[in-house]
């Protein structure tokens, strides 16, 4: 079996992510912002929606379920953490969970700290990770429920997670991402070079998600606040991992 990635731009700068068997064209939705450009996806793809998880609750990461059900009668999965304010759901997972799909196994995966109860799903056979709002393309989401040290716990986590993994997040936020990290990693040759990049593909209008894990680990302050030139940047070289996570997501904020 062979396996396909579509990446769809919703809302104004929110993504949902198609995973679909080519042969027998059964799909794996990863989170609804928005009905309307998913349904026109599958339907040009003539593919079967099997199932649709949701990363977490947020509005833009879920209103759009009911018009993709009204079209397509899918398994629906979401955390049980998140059980009292997501839509009624077909399945609730923990962490730890596998979910099957067309013979494919993904783990789900807690990245709480964007908020609690947030979940991603890793497959590794193919090796994808649906981390929605936790970890970004240069950047993880906003501490908007979480703690620092649950949000650096959560993203340490998938610092194990081999160099291929592609890293399908829920936002295009790159660029503005990039312009950050370069305040306090200037002299980051990989980051200027990836820049220059995002810049060159913002400019034409093209995506920057999905993203590369072995770039990211060398390029995102938010998954290296144990660097030592971004600790001496930041008057911090005698500070523990989360005190420099913390003080690297509070400048963002203000960014």
């Known amino acids: 079996m062979s396996f396909e990635l579509i990446t769809i731009p ?12 080519v042969e027998n064209r059964s799909a794996l939705l990863v989170d609804a912002p928005e009905a ?18 949701l990363t977490h609750h947020h509005a833009d990461h879920v209103n759009g379920l009911d018009g993709i059900l009204k079209k397509h009668d899918a398994l629906t999965l ?34 709480s700290g964007h908020t609690i109860g947030h979940i991603a799903l890793h497959i590794s056979s193919q090796s994808i990770l649906f981390s929605g709002d936790s970890l970004m393309a240069l950047g ?43 305040t306090i990693d200037p002299n980051n040759l990989d980051l200027l070079k990836r820049s220059e990049n995002v810049r060159t593909a913002r400019r034409k209008n093209l995506f920057t998600v999905p993203s590369n894990l072995g770039l990211e680990k060398r390029t995102n302050p938010f998954l290296r606040p144990f660097d030592k ?27």
């Open 10 to 21: 919703c809302l104004s700068d929110n993504y949902a992510f198609v995973f679909y068997n």
């Open 36 to 53: 309307d450009p998913i349904n026109e996806i599958l339907g040009k793809n003539n593919l079967n929606l099997e199932k649709i998880f």
């Open 140 to 182: 993880c989401g906003r501490l908007f429920e979480g703690s620092a040290e649950q949000m650096w716990h959560s993203l340490r986590s998938l610092l194990p997670l081999p160099d291929t993994t592609k890293v399908c997040s829920g936002h295009e936020y790159t660029e503005n991402n990039a312009r950050f990290a370069l």
């Open 78 to 111: 979401g955390a049980q953490a998140d059980i009292h304010r997501l839509p009624k759901l077909d399945k609730y997972v923990q962490p730890g969970d596998k979910i099957s799909f067309q013979g494919q196994s993904g783990q789900v995966r807690d990245v």
């Open 229 to 255: 030139n971004i600790r001496k940047k930041l008057n911090m070289c005698g500070s523990s991992d989360v005190e420099v996570f913390s003080k690297i997501r509070s400048l963002k904020d203000k960014f």
